[in-house]
């Protein structure tokens, strides 16, 4: 928010304090000033001339010689202007003059003629950054020889604030004056506009209807007749140009200069156009079109509230008005409108119509219902001062749902323990009372204007930045501390992390949101998505239900650029819909992805070492061949507990072309809850063995379908407890192995913990294996 600091002299005397001062004190207090400018900074002897005669340029047909009355005498310039003219009112700076950017001015030559100064554009006085056509035409009636500081208003600061959102009171000049009043110890003065009428009944004129007293809690409204339109005076436009705020006629200018000063929106309607001479505050209809100021035409839907006359719609609520009832030129009578609108309803509305403007900005901030009142007679007010028509006795004021005034608990050792301070209780009232807080038997009264306090926090949080947080002293944090920790799933992910991270792989963290043409790149199709309703462009407008296309969207981006490896692994959600419910399944994947120096055997050696690292021992790794996404002939499924757990295996060709990766790439995709489920992160002591172990090889011939984790399943089901171990050493297929069948090698590690084992309990054991998997598998001893 821009303002000049000028304006808040009119409600708080701070002449005295310099731009920076000031910056400084309203930042420590809680207002933070982004930056000021000094107007007609850099700009010296230049000054207002009236031009006398003008001639041609003997020697150039784009320059012209002009006299000028500078009011201490006359001078000589050559200028290329193309709006130059005899009468013309223009700035000129001097021989020896400055201007931003360090530019001086000399008296010289232009091709043979003598120049003794030169005229000025906005661009040369730094007043606008587009580039002008000519230079700078004043007011007729500008007085000649005076400086241009004096003439433009050049003298002013401009200061540039950052305003919280739970500080609306701050979004005006009265509620920074009031600030600032505080902050520098002056008084503050603000008086209730009392405008006086000429007469009439305001009930005659007009007559308001609310319908939805909830979404609107108050509609203030008063009627102006005899209307001149026309310009704004010059005080009145400086102020609302300094603020960024275009000037157009008297009235406009009046109600954006409300808004600036008290912070409320006002708008102002054509009276002779409203139909019925009544305004009807109600919800739209589905399909009803309006259209705006901005000249486009608005679609509405019935949860958007309107101001409606007793035909069509006049405004949206708190956002925009209608062209069919804006002020014009023929414009006699018109009506204040100073209303109170719900904040959340504002939001939803201008951001559903894409139109956010400075009234919206401020609504959604929510408004006190207490500020219409003094808005629309200030606004009054300005038009007796402006003579620009004469207010009809009377107001208009409808009143809903107001919340009562907020009062909390005064509980000053309470707010001391917060702040860690030993301030005394009247010491906190003085700096409440200051901002108009009222403290009566034990309770804090809080003003109208601050919606953002709630509880005895928030009372501290007054107490402090008035105080000033530098003066609060530094100690140590103090008071019991309760015993925290991760719990059972942050657990799970560091192990898991830790386990990931020491092979090698670097953890990466993608969007939710995707591209709806990732189902056609990953050969799958397309399941029902959640849809985001505002996305921010098609490639993130729906939530992902698989981890794989974001994996390898990170793989593609590795690989082009010229990364020759990577590794890398993500922990998030997918968002599967459910019927009937209105929000998603949240379901959590941890997804593994890698090119460069690796095959299907690396990639399951990272899963099988991630199993190990929390204690998953048992599952059942089958081939999978029918899915699209994946190479038919290098990827398998697994399973923990019977149910299915995770896909690993290569990258389907046409699906790495598709994401233009030109290198083998595998993917693991694993169920986080069921990987939940199955861990045992449980450590069981076991005492280092007092007896020798002793070990058997064994190669079995089974069919090639079979996979070698069946010999694996029976190995470790036999019964028995003197098996120790199992390491899976060769497989071997070729000419000793007949067709169809392949070699398959194991070495079991036999021990006791109370004895050292015979070589005919081992052999029995091993009959009973051997004797397994000739009954389940059909497998035969090899020599």
Same mark, same amino acid.
Request: charged share 25%; aromatic share 6%; with cysteine.
């Given at each position: 928010?821009?303002?000049?600091?000028?304006?808040?002299?009119?409600?708080?005397?701070?002449?005295?304090?310099? %731009?920076?001062?000031?910056?400084?004190?309203?930042?420590?207090?809680?207002?933070?000033?982004?930056?000021?400018?000094?107007?007609?900074?850099?700009?010296?002897?230049?000054?207002?001339?009236?031009?006398?005669?003008?001639?041609?340029? $003997?020697?150039?047909?784009?320059?012209?010689?002009?006299?000028? &009355?500078?009011?201490?005498?006359?001078?000589?310039?050559?200028?290329?202007? %193309?709006?130059?003219?005899?009468?013309?009112?223009?700035?000129?700076?001097?021989?020896?003059?400055?201007?931003?950017?360090?530019?001086?001015?000399?008296?010289?030559?232009?091709?043979?003629?003598?120049?003794?100064?030169?005229?000025?554009?906005?661009?040369?006085?730094?007043?606008?950054?587009?580039?002008?056509?000519?230079?700078?035409?004043?007011?007729?009636?500008?007085?000649?020889?005076?400086?241009?500081?004096?003439?433009?208003?050049?003298?002013?600061?401009?200061?540039?604030?950052?305003?919280?959102?739970?500080? /609306?009171?701050?979004?005006?000049?009265?509620?920074?004056?009031?600030?600032?009043?505080?902050?520098?110890?002056?008084?503050?003065?603000?008086?209730?506009?009392?405008?006086?009428?000429?007469?009439?009944?305001?009930?005659?004129?007009?007559?308001?209807?609310?319908?939805?007293?909830?979404? /609107?809690?108050?509609?203030?409204?008063?009627?102006?007749?005899?209307?001149?339109?026309?310009?704004?005076?010059?005080?009145?436009?400086?102020?609302?140009?300094?603020?960024?705020?275009?000037?157009?006629?008297?009235?406009?200018?009046?109600?954006?200069?409300?808004?600036?000063?008290?912070?409320?929106?006002?708008?102002?309607?054509?009276?002779?156009?409203?139909?019925?001479?009544?305004?009807?505050?109600?919800?739209?209809?589905?399909?009803?079109?309006?259209?705006?100021?901005?000249?486009?035409?608005?679609?509405?839907?019935?949860?958007?509230?309107?101001?409606?006359?007793?035909?069509?719609?006049?405004?949206?609520?708190?956002?925009?008005?209608?062209?069919?009832?804006?002020?014009?030129?023929?414009?006699?009578?018109?009506?204040?409108?100073?209303?109170? =609108?719900?904040?959340?309803?504002?939001?939803?509305?201008?951001?559903?119509?894409? @139109?956010?403007?400075?009234?919206?900005?401020?609504?959604?901030?929510?408004?006190?219902?207490?500020?219409?009142?003094?808005?629309?007679?200030?606004?009054?007010?300005?038009?007796?001062?402006?003579?620009?028509?004469?207010?009809?006795?009377?107001?208009?004021?409808?009143?809903?749902?107001?919340?009562?005034?907020?009062?909390?608990?005064?509980?000053?050792?309470?707010?001391?323990?917060?702040?860690?301070?030993? @301030?005394?209780?009247?010491?906190?009232?003085?700096?409440?009372?200051?901002?108009?807080?009222?403290?009566?038997?034990?309770?804090?009264?809080?003003?109208?204007?601050?919606?953002?306090?709630?509880?005895?926090? &928030?009372?501290?949080?007054?107490?402090?930045?008035?105080?000033?947080?530098?003066?609060?002293?530094?100690?140590?944090?103090?008071?019991?501390?309760?015993?925290?920790?991760?719990?059972?799933?942050?657990?799970?992910?560091?192990?898991?992390?830790?386990?990931?991270?020491?092979?090698?792989?670097?953890?990466?963290?993608?969007?939710?949101?995707?591209?709806?043409?990732?189902?056609?790149?990953?050969?799958?199709?397309?399941? #029902?998505?959640?849809?985001?309703?505002?996305?921010?462009?098609?490639?993130?407008?729906?939530?992902?239900?698989?981890?794989?296309?974001?994996?390898?969207?990170?793989?593609?981006?590795?690989?082009?650029?010229?990364?020759?490896?990577?590794?890398?692994?993500?922990?998030?959600?997918?968002?599967?819909?459910?019927?009937?419910?209105?929000? $998603? #399944?949240?379901?959590?994947?941890?997804?593994?992805?890698?090119?460069?120096? /690796?095959? =299907?055997?690396?990639?399951?050696?990272?899963?099988?070492?991630?199993?190990?690292?929390?204690?998953?021992?048992?599952?059942?790794?089958?081939?999978?061949?029918?899915?699209?996404?994946?190479?038919?002939?290098?990827?398998?499924?697994?399973?923990?507990?019977?149910?299915?757990?995770?896909?690993?295996?290569?990258?389907? $060709?046409?699906?790495?072309?598709?994401?233009?990766?030109?290198?083998?790439?595998?993917?693991?995709?694993?169920? =986080?809850?069921?990987?939940?489920?199955?861990?045992?992160?449980?450590?069981?002591?076991?005492?280092?063995?007092?007896?020798?172990?002793?070990?058997?090889?064994?190669?079995?011939?089974?069919?090639?379908?079979? %996979?070698?984790?069946?010999?694996?399943?029976?190995?470790?089901?036999?019964?028995?407890?003197?098996?120790?171990?199992?390491?899976? =050493?060769?497989?071997?297929?070729?000419?000793?192995?007949?067709?169809?069948?392949?070699?398959?090698?194991?070495?079991?590690?036999?021990?006791?913990?109370?004895?050292?084992?015979? &070589?005919?309990?081992?052999?029995?054991?091993?009959?009973?294996?051997?004797?397994?998997?000739?009954?389940?598998?059909?497998?035969?001893?090899?020599?």
């Amino acid at each position: 928010m821009k303002i000049a600091l000028s304006w808040l002299n009119d409600y708080t005397d701070i002449k005295d304090i310099s %731009p920076k001062e000031f910056a400084h004190g309203m930042t420590m207090t809680g207002t933070m000033v982004e930056g000021y400018t000094q107007m007609g900074e850099g700009i010296s002897k230049v000054v207002t001339c009236k031009i006398t005669g003008i001639e041609k340029h $003997p020697d150039a047909d784009k320059l012209v010689v002009c006299q000028v &009355d500078i009011g201490s005498g006359n001078i000589q310039v050559v200028t290329a202007a %193309p709006n130059v003219f005899v009468g013309a009112i223009v700035p000129v700076a001097l021989d020896g003059s400055e201007l931003p950017g360090g530019i001086k001015i000399k008296k010289r030559q232009m091709r043979g003629v003598d120049t003794e100064g030169m005229f000025c554009s906005v661009n040369e006085l730094n007043l606008d950054d587009e580039p002008a056509t000519g230079i700078l035409i004043l007011d007729e009636n500008t007085p000649v020889g005076i400086d241009i500081k004096e003439a433009l208003n050049l003298n002013e600061c401009i200061v540039e604030l950052e305003i919280t959102s739970n500080r /609306c009171d701050c979004l005006s000049v009265i509620g920074l004056a009031r600030e600032a009043a505080v902050t520098f110890g002056k008084p503050f003065k603000v008086k209730d506009p009392t405008p006086k009428g000429a007469g009439g009944d305001v009930n005659s004129y007009a007559s308001v209807e609310v319908k939805d007293s909830t979404l /609107c809690p108050r509609y203030s409204a008063r009627v102006v007749k005899n209307v001149k339109i026309g310009p704004s005076p010059k005080w009145l436009a400086d102020r609302l140009n300094a603020s960024g705020v275009r000037s157009i006629n008297n009235i406009v200018d009046i109600t954006n200069y409300i808004m600036l000063e008290y912070g409320q929106p006002m708008h102002a309607f054509d009276l002779s156009h409203v139909e019925g001479n009544k305004i009807i505050v109600r919800h739209a209809e589905d399909g009803e079109v309006m259209k705006t100021l901005d000249g486009q035409d608005r679609q509405l839907s019935s949860e958007m509230l309107v101001i409606a006359d007793e035909a069509r719609a006049v405004a949206v609520a708190g956002v925009m008005g209608a062209e069919n009832s804006e002020v014009e030129e023929t414009t006699t009578t018109i009506l204040f409108e100073s209303a109170n =609108f719900d904040a959340a309803s504002v939001r939803r509305t201008a951001k559903k119509l894409g @139109l956010r403007t400075e009234s919206s900005a401020r609504y959604e901030k929510g408004l006190n219902p207490e500020i219409t009142m003094g808005a629309v007679n200030r606004a009054c007010q300005l038009v007796q001062e402006l003579g620009c028509g004469e207010v009809i006795d009377g107001i208009i004021d409808v009143k809903g749902n107001i919340a009562p005034q907020v009062v909390v608990d005064f509980e000053p050792e309470k707010i001391n323990g917060i702040l860690g301070t030993d @301030l005394t209780e009247e010491y906190m009232i003085e700096i409440l009372e200051k901002l108009e807080f009222n403290v009566e038997n034990g309770k804090v009264y809080v003003p109208y204007f601050r919606n953002d306090i709630e509880r005895t926090a &928030d009372i501290a949080e007054e107490i402090a930045r008035i105080y000033g947080y530098n003066e609060i002293p530094v100690t140590l944090l103090s008071g019991e501390t309760t015993h925290g920790g991760r719990n059972e799933v942050q657990q799970l992910e560091v192990i898991i992390r830790k386990s990931l991270t020491a092979q090698g792989l670097n953890e990466i963290t993608t969007y939710s949101f995707v591209d709806p043409h990732e189902y056609d790149k990953l050969l799958m199709e397309k399941p #029902q998505v959640v849809t985001i309703r505002n996305p921010l462009g098609e490639e993130r407008s729906i939530m992902r239900t698989n981890t794989i296309g974001s994996m390898l969207d990170t793989l593609s981006l590795n690989y082009n650029h010229r990364n020759s490896s990577a590794w890398l692994f993500e922990i998030g959600k997918v968002y599967l819909p459910v019927q009937g419910e209105p929000l $998603p #399944q949240e379901k959590k994947m941890l997804t593994i992805g890698m090119y460069g120096d /690796c095959d =299907f055997y690396d990639l399951k050696g990272v899963v099988e070492n991630m199993f190990e690292a929390i204690g998953i021992n048992a599952y059942d790794i089958m081939p999978l061949q029918d899915n699209a996404t994946f190479h038919p002939g290098q990827t398998a499924h697994i399973s923990l507990r019977k149910r299915p757990a995770a896909t690993i295996g290569r990258i389907h $060709p046409t699906v790495q072309e598709n994401y233009e990766i030109d290198a083998p790439s595998y993917v693991a995709v694993i169920d =986080f809850d069921m990987v939940m489920e199955c861990k045992n992160l449980k450590s069981k002591y076991k005492s280092l063995p007092k007896f020798p172990a002793t070990s058997r090889d064994i190669a079995v011939l089974i069919e090639d379908s079979i %996979p070698v984790r069946k010999i694996e399943d029976i190995i470790s089901k036999t019964k028995t407890d003197i098996i120790e171990g199992y390491k899976f =050493f060769d497989v071997y297929k070729g000419a000793q192995v007949k067709e169809g069948y392949k070699s398959v090698a194991y070495s079991i590690s036999f021990r006791a913990s109370d004895r050292t084992l015979t &070589d005919t309990e081992v052999n029995e054991v091993m009959n009973k294996i051997m004797a397994e998997l000739k009954q389940k598998l059909n497998a035969e001893l090899r020599d």
